[in-house]
T-cell receptor, first 113, second 109 residues
Framework: EAGVAQSPRYKIIEKRQSVAFWCNPI?????LYWYQQILGQGPKLLIQ????????DSQLPKDRFSAERLKGVDSTLKIQPAKLEDSAVYLC???????????FGPGTRLTVL | EDQVTQSPEALRLQEGESSSLNCSYT??????LFWYRQDPGKGPEFLFT???AGEEKEKERLKATLTKKESFLHITAPKPEDSATYLC??????????FGSGTQLTVLP
């Protein structure tokens, strides 16, 4: 069974530029999550989707971050404009439902210069 | 607000030297406590879910236990391939995972 796919794997941008990340979850998984993981810390939830609706985006910096999940499958996370402190690994995860174990993709390492 | 504290931050063991990792938590209405393993450059890999105090789960050299305030991940006779960062997370009434900062385990041959 294919795992969670993410692209790109690495991205380097200048501050104030924009960037987008893509995620394809495990087939059949209704719940999709985006996390931010800063070096030396655990993942922090940014946004959670149930099918194509947002369940929780309380920790998403909405002035610069946006996310959508098209047709309840793939998802994109966008940052515009990027700041230096956005340098981190962005992880996508999916699960059958809210209380089920989450399966993570390999992540996108973002460096903002 | 849910909180998770893991200790130690880093642990170096000789191959075969058993030890335990600690995860202390505060959560409103525990729905589950999760252990994950993360290798460098990869996403976290699911290990265990524990739901109630007294529950235990095992997988190869790993055994996870749960009390009302903390969880332990016991590693018996570790091998170098067990080297990784081990993450603990809780899900409470907010139904979202709150992660600790992890314990970086190094097993020396």
């Amino acid at each position: 069974e294919a795992g969670v796919a993410q692209s790109p794997r690495y991205k380097i941008i200048e501050k104030r530029q924009s960037v987008a990340f893509w995620c394809n979850p495990i087939s059949g998984h209704a719940t999709l999550y985006w996390y931010q993981q800063i070096l030396g810390q655990g993942p922090k939830l940014l946004i959670q989707f149930q099918n194509n609706g947002v369940v929780d985006d309380s920790q998403l910096p909405k002035d610069r971050f946006s996310a959508e999940r098209l047709k309840g499958v793939d998802s994109t996370l966008k940052i515009q404009p990027a700041k230096l402190e956005d340098s981190a690994v962005y992880l996508c995860a999916s699960s059958l439902g809210v209380l089920y174990e989450q399966f993570f993709g390999p992540g996108t390492r973002l460096t903002v210069l | 607000e849910d909180q998770v504290t893991q200790s130690p931050e880093a642990l170096r063991l000789q191959e075969g030297e058993s030890s335990s990792l600690n995860c202390s938590y505060t959560v409103s209405g525990l729905r589950g406590l999760f252990w994950y393993r993360q290798d460098p450059g990869k996403g976290p890999e699911f290990l265990f879910t524990l739901y109630s105090a007294g529950e235990e789960k095992e997988k190869e050299r790993l055994k996870a236990t749960l009390t009302k305030k903390e969880s332990f991940l016991h590693i018996t006779a570790p091998k170098p391939e067990d080297s990784a960062t081990y993450l603990c997370a809780v899900s409470g009434s907010a139904r979202q995972l709150t992660f600790g900062s992890g314990t970086q385990l190094t097993v020396l041959p």
